[in-house]
């Protein structure tokens, strides 16, 4: 695991990150997001210590990294294994040289460092591309092999600096599934830092937003997107175009408020109306085995009035800026 404690770093008077807090669990997967500017950069570089922080401490299995010497702290690095955007692979190797590359610094033996890395090409899915050198291979293969060799020093903690940033959505959620895969089978606590919103959404356990230096909000994702009063959990909630209401019928948003939603409310609340429940859009997904997101309706404008109500007896909410758009609509 790896805790940052009151961590602060600053070039001059520039505070450029203050107080910052939090601690990732082996096995679990926090997400820094945050505008450009926020200071995710210099976290990234903090945390594997690249930079010294100005105070404040970065502790990964109980061992304070900022209190090491030079010396001890080139040993210890080795526990945060660091995965960049696509561009940090040496062009000149191919993949399976690229990702031998930490394991030569160690002055590992060549038959072992060989047998370690058939084992990572393997494990993220590129043995038939070894030999491949980085401009033969797609964004999504290249960012494999960055982290492969992130892994190649068998490390604690992985730290992933924007990613999947430039990659299209379906090679995010390729790279997504993979660092997935790799918390559960090697137990990793990864962090996970971008200025994606819906990357966090597929990936995160946890999320914090950083802005201007300053974690200003943070929690379980599941909590946040639930937590109507939660600004953070409404900028991560799926955007979506939602189809047009039938003239005459009433828009209302519902957010899934509650993990026991039942799956087939929308015919219950159309019962329950006694007129039916017309779906105009959706965004929602299971995270954590719970679902979250949020639905928009249609329904008839006589009956509006006691949607809220039988919304909330299946768990669901309007908020207020949705009993806003619910008034414009009606107006
Ligand atoms: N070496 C430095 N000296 C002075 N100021 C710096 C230095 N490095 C970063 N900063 C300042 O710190 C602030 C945060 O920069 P940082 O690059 O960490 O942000 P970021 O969130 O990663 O932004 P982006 O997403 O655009 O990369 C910026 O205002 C930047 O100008």
Partial sequence: MIEVNDLTKAYGDTVVLDGLNF??????????????????????????????????????????????????????????????????????????????????????????????????????????????????????????????????????VLLSDEATSGLDPHTTSSVVSLLRELRDDLNLAIVFITHEMNTVLEIADSVARLDRGRIVESGRLVDLLTDHSSALGRDLQPQRLDGAAKPGDAVWVATYDSPDVPADWIGRVADELGTPVALLGASVQVVGGVSVGSVTIGVAENVSGRVPAALARFGLQTSSHNAARELEVVA
């Fill in 23 to 156: 601690g990732v669990d082996s096995g679990e997967i926090f997400a820094v997001v945050g505008p450009s500017g926020a200071g995710k950069s210099t976290l990234a570089q903090c945390i594997n210590l690249l930079e010294r922080p100005t105070s404040g401490s970065v502790v990964v299995n109980g061992e304070d990294l900022t209190r090491l010497s030079h010396k001890q702290l080139r040993v210890a690095r080795r526990r945060i294994g660091t995965v960049f955007q696509s561009s940090s692979l040496l062009s000149r190797r191919t993949a399976a040289e690229n990702i031998a590359l930490p394991l030569e610094y160690l002055g590992v033996t060549k038959g072992e460092a060989t047998r370690r890395v058939q084992e990572l090409l393997d494990r993220v899915g590129l043995t038939e591309r070894a030999d491949a050198y980085p401009f033969q291979l797609s964004g999504g293969q290249r960012q494999r092999v960055g982290i492969a060799r992130a892994l190649a020093l068998r490390p604690a």
